[in-house]
């Protein structure tokens, strides 16, 4: 141990030791707590919030309005009012939990520990600040979890925070869960969220009368407008020009609205549902083994070029790497970063790659680069709905983990079958969960352009897809590649030549 460290360890003992350096009471009211011990002023539109006292409180807000930072405020002062309670974050992601809360709480910290040192040593003490837990010299800790129904119910909490609520794939099983850990504490929970999918519990604390136990707020973008928040009307209006081809967006996530899937070819229950909080994308560098699969689909001016790989791994699809260049990017660059991407991974099978535009001297550019097993792909109405058809049989195919049922998710009148039908029973005695053939990771940003792909139905009979003026799709149609290659390339053994769909 540095002398340096042992010093400020000897120093935090010591104000323990030593007793409160100054009088100090905890504020009863949560927003002179942010005020007196935080150090900092929050708008008016979240003093509802900071001073609800309900045990069940629900809170919908515009993004960059401050609902996760001025949330992490309100997570302080319960540690600091109930001693030796736990306080349990969790999120879709368990790395956005630990990234962006506790970059909030230790934030929150900080300014505590520029305001009285020595009273920040004798309450918390800089050594108890870690990454994924905060303890707290009254016995009580906020610790980061992951959003696995089973580990939440292992734990007895006073409160739990749920990060992006409507994001969750499990979040019915995890709301019972987190209830029982609740239950003998008689604890706090407080979800937040943009809105996305309604058949969800975070969608029925707010409409739903058998949730009415629930305290609600909701907070749009132009409350948080100068001189009353931290927007930026030019940001602002940037935003909404951009996003004019994409209101339900728009209207998603700065005007807290839950928008109707009209004439989307993946509905945002469907997308829900394929979300798996248990996988990250790896990285570009990273030397992973398995059955990869790459669809790039390329962009250059007006659309972006965009690189996908699944992995085949006993009969599901994991969209493992999702990378989108910037504009006015090289083909020439796109390419050798695939050619890094097979060099490091070692075993991608197919390479499926949009020519359309480009013309079949792309393919010849990609195999004198050096990458293998490509294939040319015409972006024609037929090959399109083949492809994106392929992806979301993907989704809606699901089978159970336990006994093996396989079957859609997808029934009618837009209900969507989450557990077993056979009625499996895990060891908690709750319904097993039906696992979806195709696995995506947490990232709203392929979400949004997931649901953004619209189809028509032509006089032919044909699908004709399309997505709003303004907007992009390519992360869309990589994917669609990578899954479209998984399903028709030949066995890894067979090694083909280039050659056109």
């Avoid at 409350?223 to 209207?251: F, H, T, Y």
């Avoid at 099978?349 to 001297?361: E, F, L, P």
């Avoid at 097993?432 to 949004?448: A, E, N, Q």
Wanted: hydrophobic residues 35%; contains cysteine.
């Amino acid at each position: 141990m540095s002398l340096r460290k042992l010093r400020r360890r000897v120093r935090e003992e010591a104000a323990g030791r030593q007793g409160p350096p100054t009088s100090r009471v905890l504020p009863r009211d949560p927003v002179e707590f942010c005020r007196g011990w935080l150090g900092y002023e929050p708008y008016a539109y979240m003093h509802p919030f900071l001073r609800d006292e309900g045990h069940f409180i629900a809170n919908v807000q515009a993004r960059q309005t401050g609902k996760t930072f001025n949330g992490m405020a309100k997570l302080l002062w319960y540690a600091f009012r109930y001693p030796g309670s736990l306080v349990l974050v969790t999120a879709p992601k368990y790395d956005q939990a630990k990234s962006v809360a506790f970059k909030a709480l230790h934030g929150h910290l900080e300014r505590m520990r520029g305001l009285d040192r020595r009273f920040f040593d004798y309450v918390v003490g800089r050594r108890n600040v870690l990454k994924t837990v905060i303890r707290f010299r009254n016995g009580s800790a906020i610790q980061v979890e992951s959003p696995v129904p089973e580990t939440i119910r292992g734990h007895t909490a006073k409160v739990v925070y749920l990060m992006e609520a409507n994001f969750i794939r499990d979040d019915l099983d995890l709301y019972t869960a987190v209830l029982f850990s609740l239950n003998t504490t008689n604890g706090y929970l407080i979800a937040e969220s943009t809105p996305w999918n309604r058949d969800s519990v975070f969608y029925s604390m707010f409409h739903d009368a058998a949730f009415d136990q629930f305290s609600t707020h909701r907070v749009v973008y132009t409350e948080a407008l100068p001189p009353n928040g931290p927007l930026s009307p030019e940001i602002v209006e940037m935003v909404e020009k951009q996003l004019a081809g994409d209101p339900g967006r728009w209207r998603r996530e700065m005007l807290c609205e839950w928008t109707e899937d009209l004439d989307v070819w993946l509905p945002a229950s469907l997308i829900a549902l394929a979300q798996d909080s248990g996988i990250n994308y790896s990285h570009g560098a990273a030397r992973p083994r398995g059955e990869f699969y790459l669809g790039v689909d390329f962009g250059k001016h007006v659309d972006y070029s965009v690189v996908a790989v699944v992995e085949r791994l006993h009969g599901h699809l994991y969209l493992r790497h999702c990378h989108r260049f910037p504009l006015e990017t090289s083909y020439g660059a796109v390419i050798g970063y695939m050619k890094r991407l097979q060099d490091h991974w070692r075993t991608i099978n197919a390479v499926y790659a949009d020519k359309t535009g480009v013309g079949d001297y792309i393919v010849e550019d990609m195999e004198r680069g050096g990458l293998r097993n490509v294939t040319g792909v015409n972006f024609t109405d037929q090959s399109k709905e083949a492809m994106a058809t392929c992806l979301k049989e993907k989704m809606r195919s699901a089978v159970c983990p336990s006994c093996g049922w396989s079957g859609y998710v997808d029934g009618e009148e837009e209900t969507w079958m989450t557990v077993c039908p056979d009625g499996c029973l895990n060891e908690e005695g709750n319904r097993v969960g039906l696992r979806p053939l195709l696995h995506i990771p947490f990232d709203p940003d392929l979400f949004h352009e997931l649901n953004l792909e619209r189809y028509e139905l032509s006089k032919s009979g044909k699908l004709l897809f399309n997505h709003p003026q303004g907007t992009n799709d390519d992360r869309f149609w990589a994917t669609a590649l990578a899954v479209y290659a998984a399903e028709g390339a030949p066995p890894p053994l067979s090694r083909p030549t280039a050659r056109t769909i």
